[in-house]
C-alpha cells in the first residue's frame, strides 16, 4: 500500500524565516502528488498538484517541487498568516492517502 | 459557484445512536469521497462514488457504516449505533472527472461528530 510520511509535524518560524517541509512517498506508479492547506476547524484547501519528477508550482510565498520520491514545500518570506497544517497526498487509482501532516505557526 | 457544503457542521449523539451525515458536492462533479479525521490521525478514506455507484467502500470502517448517492449528487454517511470511537471529523469531497481520474478533489468543511 502506498506510504506518505511528512516531516517535520510541527514547525514553529518567525515572519520572514524561509523553510520547506517535507513529504516522502512510495507509491508504485505516481498518479499525482496533492498539497492541501487546513486551517483548524475547516476542510483542507487546495493548493498544487504534481505529477511528474522535475515539476515545480508556486503560489505567492509557496513553491512545490517533487522527485521520484519526495515533494518539498517552500516557503519564502512567511507571514502569521501562513499558519496552518499542510497535508501532503498521493493518488491512488480512486482515493486519495494522506500523510498526518506538519502543522506550520509563523510568529510575528 | 459554490463549493462542496456539508451538515451539520456539528452533531452530538449518545452512544448507540444513529446518525445521518449530508454532503452536497459542487454542481456537475461526478465522482464524491467520504473521508475521516480523527484526533492525531491522518485523513482516511472511507467510500468513492461515480454518479450514484460506489466501486469502492473498501475503508468503510464496520457493517455499522454505510452511504448512498441520490441523483448523481447529495449524499448521505450514515452511521448506524454509534460507538466513541466514531468520534471524528466526516469530511466529504467531489471531483469533476470521471473513474481513474487526475484532476483535484475538493474538500467540504466537515462534520465535527461527538459521540458520548
Known amino acids: 500500500e502506498d506510504q506518505v510520511t511528512q516531516s517535520p509535524e510541527a514547525l514553529r518560524l518567525q515572519e520572514g524565516e524561509s523553510s520547506s517541509l517535507n513529504c516522502s512517498y512510495t507509491v508504485s506508479g505516481l498518479r499525482g502528488l496533492f498539497w492541501y492547506r487546513q486551517d483548524p476547524g475547516k476542510g483542507p484547501e487546495f493548493l498544487f498538484t504534481l505529477y511528474s519528477a522535475g515539476e515545480e508550482k508556486e503560489k505567492e510565498r509557496l513553491k512545490a517541487t517533487l522527485t521520484k520520491k519526495e515533494s518539498f514545500l517552500h516557503i519564502t518570506a512567511p507571514k502569521p498568516e501562513d499558519s496552518a497544517t499542510y497535508l501532503c497526498?498521493?493518488?491512488?487509482?480512486?482515493?486519495?492517502?494522506f500523510g498526518k501532516g506538519t502543522k506550520l505557526t509563523v510568529n510575528p | 459557484g459554490a463549493g462542496v457544503s456539508q451538515s451539520p457542521s456539528n452533531k452530538v449523539t449518545e452512544k448507540g445512536k444513529d446518525v445521518e451525515l449530508r454532503c452536497d458536492p459542487i454542481s456537475g462533479h461526478t465522482a464524491l469521497y467520504w473521508y475521516r479525521q480523527s484526533l492525531g490521525q491522518g485523513l482516511e478514506f472511507l467510500i468513492y462514488f461515480q454518479g450514484n455507484s460506489a466501486p469502492d467502500k473498501s475503508g468503510l470502517p464496520s457493517d455499522r457504516f454505510s452511504a448512498e448517492r441520490t441523483g448523481g449528487s447529495v449524499s448521505t454517511l450514515t452511521i448506524q449505533r454509534t460507538q466513541q470511537e466514531d468520534s471524528a471529523v466526516y469530511l466529504c469531497?467531489?471531483?469533476?472527472?470521471?473513474?481513474?481520474?487526475?484532476?483535484?478533489?475538493?474538500f467540504g468543511p466537515g462534520t465535527r461528530l461527538t459521540v458520548l
Open positions: 497526498a498521493v493518488q491512488e487509482p480512486e482515493r486519495l492517502v
Open positions: 469531497a467531489s471531483r469533476f472527472g470521471g473513474r481513474g481520474g487526475r484532476d483535484t478533489q475538493y
